[in-house]
């Protein structure tokens, strides 16, 4: 029998960086859902907003959660310029094309990564990184406490500009109705780069929550990505509440599968999951039938 | 004579290579209803598609109070109060009838999105019971009816309506009719697309007949519902 001391603080553990793996889905999913593309850029954008984040401190001393106000603004402004001038010019409306085009980008990104910055691994170490806040049932890394704290305020600040503010509303209507979109004067091709914007704005902050605890790496973006996708599989593609519950539930079997099967065995169950859901429940947890 | 609202001038437009608009000339004077006739395929709603930027104009010209808008992007139009309710209603099914309504409002008329939020509820009572509830799951004379509102929320300077009564009951028909009526006494200037032809030039002042991408026959509404031709393609009398 495990004992339920080593099972809980894994469990903690992994809604931690399931809270992380959340936000990082959660851009996935919005811009799926709008813009009905998926970004196969997003592993590699990420991974610059982990440089960014990395950089900000190394060069300007600035702490990464300090960065948060800079990293979110700018990595919402790449990804609107992306979408505005690269993805949906060079997509002219085809899905093929715009997949083409973001799976070409990541490419770039990453060797472009890899030339400027070389493959070392990056970590900074702050005065908080080994400091542990006591739960009472287990001992929690501060970085992870805050990165957890910190997905779940990012997460509700998004869902309520989503249901209450005019931007979110006319990105919902765009999300299912273009021409409708259109007639009630919405700027089509301005919401669709706000969108992509806003997604990737997400890894902005995932990135400044996770560099504490993570490292930056030119290829770090694609265990992220198969992650993300999983989490958006399992959820519900486009859904909202299911890239939250989604990424908390791979968190946990991730850190789950770490503890029973080791580190790198631990990560089948991730999978094991993604291929039950493709099998069982291809619209996801809180998908919308078709 | 003033200037007409809308004037429409030697207009060309279609899809790929294939001109549908064939040199369309019409006018909207301010306050009136005008119909825009014709059987199945004669252009009617590329000919709104045109007008609200959806597509592009070929050649020709398009006048709304004095100023050219051919080919302007569509939330340019929407912003100068060419507010169109297209057929099959685009309204937005996965937000609530609230929400439709207030994106009514996104471009234009914002600052007076309350009053004209209480004007709609009142000219759609049946709209006001269901404010929480999904668009998508309303009857498609609710629909319609909230495809009008969230126009009515734009203060409209021109409010074109591609076949309103299309899919209603008899008895929403006379409704809709009627509410047309309705809107252009409180002030609302109106293209009104339309099959139902005697009930449309019952209520319209002007009416212009497409046949072929072509204006064939157009006058006051009485004259043209008096024209032969009119009689014998619609009527068969
Ligand atoms: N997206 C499109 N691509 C190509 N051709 C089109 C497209 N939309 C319409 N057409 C063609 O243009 C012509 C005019 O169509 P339009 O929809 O304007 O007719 P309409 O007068 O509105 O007819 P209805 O009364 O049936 O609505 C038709 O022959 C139609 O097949
Ligand atoms: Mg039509």
Same mark, same amino acid.
């Given at each position: 029998?495990?004992?339920?001391?080593?099972?809980?603080?894994?469990?903690?553990n992994?809604?931690?960086?399931g809270?992380?793996?959340?936000?990082?889905?959660?851009?996935l999913?919005?811009?799926?859902?709008?813009?009905?593309?998926?970004?196969?850029?997003?592993?590699?954008?990420?991974?610059?907003?982990?440089?960014?984040?990395? #950089?900000?401190?190394?060069?300007?001393?600035?702490?990464?959660?300090l960065?948060?106000?800079?990293?979110?603004?700018?990595?919402?402004?790449?990804?609107?310029?992306?979408?505005?001038?690269?993805?949906?010019?060079?997509?002219?409306?085809?899905? =093929?094309?715009?997949?083409?085009?973001? !799976?070409?980008?990541?490419?770039?990104?990453?060797?472009?990564?890899?030339?400027?910055?070389?493959?070392?691994?990056?970590?900074?170490?702050?005065?908080?990184?080994?400091?542990?806040?006591?739960?009472?049932?287990?001992?929690?890394?501060?970085?992870?406490?805050?990165?957890?704290?910190g997905?779940?305020?990012?997460?509700?600040? !998004?869902?309520?500009?989503?249901?209450?503010?005019?931007?979110?509303?006319?990105?919902?209507?765009?999300?299912?109705?273009?021409?409708?979109?259109?007639?009630?004067?919405?700027?089509?091709?301005?919401?669709?780069?706000?969108? #992509?914007?806003?997604?990737?704005?997400? !890894?902005?902050?995932a990135?400044?929550?996770?560099?504490?605890?993570?490292?930056?790496?030119?290829?770090?973006?694609?265990?992220?990505?198969?992650?993300?996708?999983?989490?958006?599989? !399992?959820?519900?593609?486009?859904?909202?509440?299911?890239?939250?519950?989604?990424?908390?539930?791979?968190?946990?079997? =991730?850190?789950?599968?770490?503890?029973?099967?080791?580190?790198?065995?631990?990560?089948?169950?991730? #999978?094991?999951?993604?291929?039950?859901?493709?099998?069982?429940?291809?619209?996801?947890?809180?998908?919308?039938?078709? | 004579?003033?200037e007409?609202?809308?004037?429409?001038?030697?207009?060309h437009?279609?899809?790929?290579?294939? $001109?549908?608009?064939?040199g369309?000339?019409?006018?909207?004077?301010?306050?009136?209803?005008?119909?825009?006739?014709?059987?199945?395929?004669?252009?009617?709603?590329?000919?709104?598609?045109?007008?609200?930027?959806?597509?592009?104009?070929?050649?020709?010209?398009?006048?709304?109070?004095?100023?050219?808008?051919?080919?302007?992007?569509? +939330?340019?139009?929407?912003?100068?109060g060419?507010?169109?309710?297209? $057929?099959?209603?685009?309204i937005?099914?996965?937000?609530?009838?609230? $929400?439709n309504?207030?994106?009514?409002?996104?471009?234009?008329?914002?600052?007076?999105?309350?009053?004209?939020?209480?004007?709609?509820?009142?000219?759609?009572?049946?709209?006001?019971?269901?404010?929480? +509830?999904?668009?998508?799951?309303?009857?498609?004379?609710?629909?319609?009816?909230?495809?009008?509102?969230?126009?009515?929320?734009?203060?409209?300077?021109?409010?074109?309506?591609?076949?309103? @009564? /299309?899919? /209603?009951s008899?008895?929403?028909?006379?409704?809709?009719?009627?509410?047309?009526?309705?809107?252009?006494?409180?002030?609302?200037?109106?293209?009104?697309?339309?099959?139902?032809?005697? +009930?449309?030039?019952t209520?319209?002042?002007?009416?212009?007949?497409?046949?072929?991408?072509?204006?064939?026959?157009?006058? @006051?509404?009485?004259?043209?519902?008096?024209?032969?031709?009119?009689?014998?393609?619609?009527?068969?009398i």
């Amino acid at each position: 029998m495990v004992e339920a001391a080593i099972i809980v603080p894994a469990i903690l553990n992994g809604l931690t960086t399931g809270a992380v793996y959340a936000l990082v889905a959660l851009g996935l999913t919005l811009i799926y859902g709008v813009l009905h593309i998926i970004n196969f850029a997003h592993g590699a954008l990420l991974m610059v907003a982990l440089y960014g984040v990395y #950089f900000l401190y190394a060069l300007a001393g600035i702490d990464p959660y300090l960065a948060l106000p800079i990293m979110i603004p700018a990595m919402f402004a790449l990804g609107y310029l992306l979408q505005r001038y690269v993805i949906g010019r060079a997509g002219h409306g085809k899905d =093929e094309n715009v997949m083409l085009v973001t !799976l070409g980008l990541s490419i770039v990104i990453e060797n472009l990564a890899l030339y400027l910055w070389s493959s070392d691994t990056r970590t900074i170490e702050t005065a908080y990184g080994f400091a542990t806040v006591d739960l009472g049932v287990a001992l929690i890394a501060v970085p992870k406490a805050v990165a957890f704290v910190g997905a779940l305020a990012i997460t509700a600040v !998004l869902w309520a500009l989503m249901r209450w503010t005019d931007l979110g509303k006319a990105i919902r209507a765009l999300a299912r109705e273009r021409r409708g979109a259109q007639l009630v004067g919405i700027d089509v091709e301005h919401l669709y780069a706000v969108s #992509f914007g806003i997604g990737i704005a997400c !890894l902005g902050a995932a990135a400044c929550l996770l560099l504490p605890s993570y490292y930056a790496s030119p290829h770090i973006g694609s265990a992220f990505v198969l992650i993300a996708f999983t989490i958006v599989v !399992l959820g519900g593609m486009g859904s909202f509440i299911g890239a939250l519950v989604g990424g908390l539930i791979i968190g946990v079997t =991730e850190s789950l599968g770490g503890l029973f099967l080791g580190e790198s065995l631990g990560k089948i169950g991730v #999978f094991l999951i993604f291929i039950a859901v493709l099998l069982f429940r291809p619209t996801g947890l809180f998908g919308q039938r078709v | 004579m003033a200037e007409p609202l809308l004037k429409v001038d030697g207009l060309h437009a279609g899809y790929g290579a294939v $001109e549908i608009l064939r040199g369309i000339a019409l006018a909207v004077d301010e306050g009136e209803i005008v119909a825009v006739l014709g059987s199945n395929g004669a252009g009617k709603t590329t000919l709104n598609n045109v007008l609200s930027g959806l597509l592009r104009a070929w050649r020709g010209s398009i006048c709304f109070e004095g100023e050219v808008i051919a080919n302007r992007p569509p +939330q340019a139009i929407v912003e100068r109060g060419i507010i169109q309710v297209p $057929e099959g209603r685009s309204i937005f099914p996965t937000l609530t009838v609230r $929400e439709n309504l207030e994106l009514g409002s996104y471009r234009r008329a914002r600052a007076r999105r309350a009053a004209n939020f209480d004007r709609a509820c009142a000219i759609f009572p049946r709209l006001r019971e269901r404010l929480g +509830q999904f668009a998508g799951t309303l009857s498609g004379g609710e629909q319609q009816m909230l495809a009008i509102g969230r126009a009515v929320m734009a203060e409209p300077r021109l409010l074109i309506l591609d076949e309103p @009564s /299309l899919g /209603l009951s008899p008895r929403l028909v006379e409704e809709m009719f009627g509410l047309i009526a309705r809107l252009n006494e409180e002030g609302c200037t109106i293209l009104l697309v339309e099959q139902n032809v005697m +009930q449309t030039l019952t209520i319209a002042d002007h009416a212009f007949v497409l046949e072929n991408g072509m204006v064939t026959l157009s006058g @006051s509404a009485p004259a043209v519902m008096d024209d032969a031709t009119l009689k014998r393609s619609y009527l068969g009398i």
